[in-house]
């Protein structure tokens, strides 16, 4: 039996039709304007994860825990707009590291996916 895109489609609701989602891995500053991965992290996190919650210096593949416990974690009922997109943004990064796309080490997520979050009124174009 042979599973197909279609199938993966039916099963988990996602759509197949639109931009693909894929990351940046190379020539990272080409794409970003000359941004740096920490540049990114602070304008799109608000926060910048430290060396040791980075994989390596040159990997950047965070931990699962780093976006728990720093960006995701527990929202506050007067939370600005500013800190519900970022807690939306930590929360998302989990399910792409956690649950669609993750790791050998089910513990971690690659940065690359990072800058697809950045406007999330442009995620609902994407397979």
């Known amino acids: 039996m042979t599973i197909t895109l279609q199938d993966v489609a039916y099963q988990l609701g996602l759509k197949i039709d639109d931009d693909p989602v894929s990351g940046c891995i190379g020539g990272w500053e080409q794409h970003y304007q000359g941004w740096t991965i ?32 720093t960006v995701y974690g527990e ?14 943004r930590g929360y998302i990064m989990q399910l792409i590291g956690g649950i669609l796309f993750p790791d050998a080490s089910d513990s971690r997520v690659h940065f690359r996916w990072l800058p697809l979050l950045e406007n999330l009124d442009a995620c609902d174009r994407l397979s």
């Open 75 to 88: 929202l506050e009922q007067d939370a600005t707009e500013e800190r519900l997109m970022r807690y939306t």
């Open 38 to 69: 920490k540049e990114l992290y602070e304008q799109i996190l608000g926060v910048v994860p430290s060396p040791k919650d980075r994989q390596s210096q040159t990997k950047w593949t965070m931990k699962l825990s780093w976006f728990h416990n």
